[in-house]
């Protein structure tokens, strides 16, 4: 039986220089999905043009957008992190062959071959966040295990975690 071989991580979106390039529906589904767990990443998105729900999702973040630009291997130099979700197979393909060469890790959009990483489902109540993956298997699982757990996780856990903070500072120790 094959094994779920990742490795979550937490990463801190806000300090560290995202790219993403596509302006059209997956590029936006990617952003969107970044901003509603990190409101404040720190995003660059490259395209010949973006949609205009895109726009505004950008402005409202203050996510840098550069227009009328065509790919080229040169833009990575001052990311960590890249995502390709253009409309065309071929750009994605040539984004990965080039982030692997300065090895900075890269998503392509809907081609799990051509990823480092996963973009899970993500439940977020307060201090607390899960992350569900299915090993690139199943968006549409990963989404409903998402919707089950902010259905079932109380909101009040945020208070738990905020109570059991202060009582960890106070015995400072092993108990």
């Given at each position: 039986?094959?094994?779920?071989?990742?490795?979550?991580?937490?990463?801190?979106?806000?300090q560290?220089?995202?790219?993403?390039?596509?302006?059209e529906?997956?590029?936006l589904?990617?952003?969107?999905?970044?901003?509603?767990?990190?409101?404040?990443?720190?995003?660059?998105?490259?395209?010949?043009?973006?949609?205009?729900?895109?726009?505004?999702?950008?402005?409202?973040h203050?996510?840098?957008?550069?227009?009328?630009?065509?790919?080229?291997?040169?833009?990575?130099?001052?990311?960590?992190l890249?995502?390709?979700?253009?409309?065309?197979y071929?750009?994605?393909?040539?984004?990965?062959?080039?982030?692997?060469?300065?090895?900075?890790?890269?998503?392509?959009?809907?081609?799990?071959?051509?990823?480092?990483?996963?973009?899970?489902?993500?439940?977020?109540?307060?201090?607390?966040?899960i992350?569900?993956?299915?090993?690139?298997?199943?968006?549409?699982?990963?989404?409903?295990?998402?919707?089950?757990?902010?259905?079932?996780?109380?909101?009040?856990?945020?208070?738990?975690?905020?109570?059991?903070n202060?009582?960890?500072?106070?015995?400072?120790?092993?108990?």
């Amino acid at each position: 039986m094959e094994r779920n071989n990742l490795y979550p991580i937490f990463l801190k979106v806000h300090q560290l220089n995202v790219l993403i390039i596509g302006g059209e529906k997956v590029a936006l589904e990617k952003l969107s999905f970044m901003l509603k767990s990190s409101p404040n990443a720190q995003v660059t998105m490259i395209a010949l043009e973006f949609l205009d729900e895109l726009i505004v999702l950008a402005e409202k973040h203050d996510v840098l957008l550069v227009h009328n630009t065509v790919y080229s291997h040169t833009v990575l130099q001052e990311y960590h992190l890249v995502i390709a979700a253009t409309n065309n197979y071929k750009v994605n393909k040539q984004v990965y062959n080039d982030a692997k060469r300065i090895n900075l890790l890269v998503n392509v959009a809907d081609t799990p071959d051509l990823c480092d990483f996963y973009l899970g489902g993500i439940v977020t109540k307060g201090h607390i966040k899960i992350a569900i993956s299915t090993n690139g298997k199943s968006p549409t699982m990963a989404k409903r295990l998402r919707q089950f757990f902010e259905d079932v996780i109380p909101d009040e856990i945020d208070d738990l975690t905020q109570n059991l903070n202060r009582f960890r500072k106070e015995i400072k120790g092993d108990f």
